[in-house]
């Protein structure tokens, strides 16, 4: 029962962090979201390779259940990798646009 508790969790992480990034007002805050919907859905597609392999148990759903985890944790880690890259440039960016509109709004 877990392990579809997990599929469905990450599915919604990742439209979550989808929508995030669309309004995200710059570019490295859009990657910064696209790499934690990378994560999300990595988990999800190896958690889903998972469950086909436990639950099944034929041979060729072992086989694609394998592919399915390979997939998901080539996702995961790149995901990571580039959360880690644009981490600091999206807190700047986010620290510059605070600034920016700060400045603009009149004093009162």
Do not use: C, D, H
């Not at 579809?4 to 710059?26: C, D, E, H, M, N």
């Not at 990595?42 to 060729?60: D, K, P, Q």
């Not at 086989?63 to 995901?79: L, R």
């Amino acid at each position: 029962m877990l392990i579809p508790i997990i599929i469905v969790v990450s599915f919604v992480l990742f439209v979550y962090f989808k929508v995030q990034q669309t309004k995200a007002r710059g570019l490295m805050e859009s990657r910064w979201y696209s790499s934690k919907a990378s994560v999300a859905v990595g988990i999800a597609i190896g958690t889903f390779g998972l469950n086909a392999m436990i639950n099944l148990g034929t041979s060729v759903a072992t086989t694609i259940g394998v592919i399915f985890i390979i997939y998901g944790g080539i996702n995961v880690f790149f995901g990571l990798k580039n959360y880690k890259t644009f981490l600091p440039y999206a807190r700047k960016e986010v620290e510059e646009i605070r600034k920016q509109e700060s400045k603009e709004q009149p004093a009162k």
